[in-house]
């Protein structure tokens, strides 16, 4: 059986397989379907170059993980996964992938020449569960797994660089292809950064990084603002980005190839296609915020609020508390 698939040079796979490439050897590989939880977010992980994920499954599921060698050769899988595919990546053979569905939604009609992977060996535990991403419109599971752990990595990233950062989010429903910052704009004022020059630090760091390789827009906004409710993201968007001035592109940045809007040069070369867009008002960067939000909260005074909130159910209205905004 054969299986066609990428190896991306800029994932620990390509990294790994241009190694034995480079001997003119065949790449020795295994893939697991059905692993514990734990397992799928440390893969969906931009961990750096070298960096085992074994470690962060044990971590994040508190205790080590159980392997066993394959049946063909010294490779190691966890002892507990339900099904174990195992082979060789041919050096130097193609074959057609797709179409087929892909993170960012879109299904081309055409195919894409990838590596072969020839499979081997399969072996599983007694009636196996055989789990499947259906990947296509956000969100589905590329966008849950790889964007809440982008967003984990993001901040430390961040902050580790001196950047005024308080959190960053990865939207499930931009399919991974933007990620929102929030900006401590106290910290901010106190850096004296300007906008342009905020911009092109993150970029660095960001783009700069494999994290950021995944994901080509970032989104800048205030910390006033919940980065995680796409409701607010979009409001902040379209009230606070001057689109004349709060854009920056960053040509030269290295990116994922898959993104469906890039040209054929910027495919080729693994180049462009990134850039950072300020949602920041210009007073934000003195540290305030002029416009009061007007909302329940906001917009009434506490004791039209509080009996508001007292006789919600009387009024009609769900039992539920009013939106904290």
């Given at each position: 059986?054969?299986?066609?698939?990428?190896?991306?040079?800029?994932?620990?796979?390509?990294?790994?397989?241009?190694?034995?490439?480079?001997?003119?050897?065949?790449?020795?590989?295994?893939?697991?379907?059905?692993?514990?939880?734990?397992?799928?977010?440390?893969?969906?992980?931009?961990?750096?170059?070298?960096?085992?994920?074994?470690?962060?499954?044990?971590?994040?599921?508190?205790?080590?993980?159980?392997?066993?060698?394959?049946?063909?050769?010294?490779?190691?899988?966890?002892?507990?996964?339900?099904?174990?595919?195992?082979?060789?990546?041919?050096?130097?053979?193609?074959?057609?992938?797709?179409?087929?569905?892909?993170?960012?939604?879109?299904?081309?009609?055409?195919?894409?020449?990838?590596?072969?992977?020839?499979?081997?060996?399969?072996?599983?535990?007694?009636?196996?569960?055989?789990?499947?991403?259906?990947?296509?419109?956000?969100?589905?599971?590329?966008?849950?797994?790889?964007?809440?752990?982008?967003?984990?990595?993001?901040?430390?990233?961040?902050?580790?660089?001196?950047?005024?950062?308080?959190?960053?989010w990865c939207s499930y429903e931009a399919a991974t292809c933007w990620i929102v910052v929030s900006v401590d704009i106290e910290r901010l004022a106190?850096?004296?950064?300007?906008?342009?020059?905020?911009?092109?630090?993150?970029?660095?760091?960001?783009?700069?990084?494999?994290?950021?390789?995944?994901?080509?827009?970032?989104?800048?906004?205030?910390?006033?603002?919940?980065?995680?409710?796409?409701?607010?993201?979009?409001?902040?968007?379209?009230?606070?980005?001057?689109?004349?001035?709060?854009?920056?592109?960053?040509?030269?940045?290295?990116?994922?190839?898959?993104?469906?809007?890039?040209?054929?040069?910027?495919?080729?070369?693994?180049?462009?296609?990134?850039?950072?867009?300020?949602?920041?008002?210009?007073?934000?960067?003195?540290?305030?915020?002029?416009?009061?939000?007007?909302?329940?909260?906001?917009?009434?005074?506490?004791?039209?609020?509080?009996?508001?909130?007292?006789?919600?159910?009387?009024?009609?209205?769900?039992?539920?508390?009013?939106?904290?905004?």
């Amino acid at each position: 059986m054969r299986i066609s698939g990428p190896a991306m040079a800029q994932q620990h796979l390509g990294m790994i397989h241009a190694m034995w490439c480079d001997q003119g050897l065949p790449t020795p590989w295994a893939m697991v379907l059905g692993a514990r939880p734990a397992a799928l977010a440390a893969a969906g992980m931009p961990l750096p170059a070298g960096v085992n994920e074994d470690g962060y499954v044990g971590a994040l599921a508190g205790s080590p993980v159980e392997v066993v060698r394959t049946e063909l050769r010294d490779v190691y899988v966890p002892a507990n996964a339900e099904i174990v595919l195992e082979g060789h990546i041919s050096p130097d053979e193609t074959a057609p992938e797709g179409p087929m569905g892909e993170y960012h939604g879109y299904a081309f009609a055409e195919s894409k020449p990838q590596p072969v992977f020839h499979v081997e060996a399969m072996t599983f535990r007694d009636d196996p569960i055989l789990p499947i991403c259906v990947a296509g419109l956000p969100p589905e599971e590329n966008h849950t797994i790889w964007g809440t752990m982008i967003s984990a990595v993001s901040p430390d990233l961040l902050r580790s660089s001196g950047l005024p950062v308080e959190m960053a989010w990865c939207s499930y429903e931009a399919a991974t292809c933007w990620i929102v910052v929030s900006v401590d704009i106290e910290r901010l004022a106190r850096s004296g950064m300007g906008e342009r020059e905020l911009a092109g630090a993150v970029a660095d760091v960001l783009f700069g990084s494999h994290t950021g390789w995944l994901v080509p827009k970032v989104l800048l906004v205030a910390d006033d603002i919940d980065i995680t409710d796409i409701d607010q993201v979009v409001w902040a968007m379209a009230t606070r980005h001057h689109p004349g001035t709060g854009a920056y592109s960053y040509p030269q940045a290295p990116g994922i190839p898959m993104v469906p809007y890039l040209t054929p040069e910027e495919v080729r070369t693994g180049r462009g296609g990134k850039s950072v867009v300020s949602c920041l008002l210009p007073e934000q960067f003195e540290g305030v915020t002029k416009g009061v939000t007007a909302s329940f909260r906001h917009s009434f005074p506490d004791h039209v609020r509080r009996r508001i909130e007292e006789n919600r159910t009387a009024y009609g209205f769900s039992a539920t508390a009013p939106p904290s905004r």
